[in-house]
C-alpha cells in the first residue's frame, strides 16, 4: 500500500547515517543521493532496492514529527537496531519486546531519529 515516504531534516547526512546504521539488520541502505537547490535529497531502499524512504533539508517546520515503521526480516534484526540506536545515542522509546495489543507475534523497538520521529523497527510473526 505505502509507495514512498518523504522526512523533512534538520541535516540530511546526519539523518541519513543514522537510517543506514541503525536500519542496517532491516536491509536499509543508501540507494541515491542528487542535490537540490535546498541541499541533498537522499532515496533510500530496503531489500528491493526501490527508494522508498525519501530524506530532504526542512522546510516545514514546528509541524508534529511522524511514526515511521521498518519492517525487520526477523526479530533478531530488531534487536540489532536497537543496539545500534542505542549506540547512536538514539533516545530509546520502547526496548525491544512483544506487543500483543497488536497482535501476538509483533515484536518492536521504537526509538527516536536525529530530528524527533519515532521510529520502529517490527517484525512479525504469524502462527502456522
Known amino acids: ?33 542528487h542535490e537540490s537547490p535546498g541541499g541533498a535529497v ?13 530524506l530532504g533539508s526542512a522546510v516545514d517546520t514546528g509541524v508534529r514529527p511522524v511514526h515511521l515503521a521498518i519492517q525487520a526480516p526477523t526479530r533478531e534484526a530488531v534487536d540489532a537496531a536497537f543496539t545500534e540506536a542505542r549506540a547512536t545515542g538514539a533516545e530509546v522509546l520502547h526496548e525491544p519486546r512483544i506487543w500483543p495489543e497488536y497482535h ?20 512479525h510473526t504469524f502462527p502456522s
Open 104 to 123: 501476538p507475534g509483533y515484536y518492536a523497538v521504537f526509538v527516536r531519529d536525529p530530528d524527533g520521529n519515532n521510529v520502529e523497527a517490527v517484525h
Open 42 to 54: 537522499v532515496g533510500l531502499c530496503g531489500a528491493d532496492s526501490f527508494p522508498r524512504l525519501w
Open 1 to 33: 500500500m505505502l509507495d514512498h515516504l518523504s522526512l523533512q531534516c534538520d541535516d540530511v547526512d546526519a539523518s541519513a547515517g543514522f537510517y543506514t546504521r541503525v536500519f542496517a539488520a532491516c536491509g536499509v541502505r543508501e540507494l541515491m543521493r
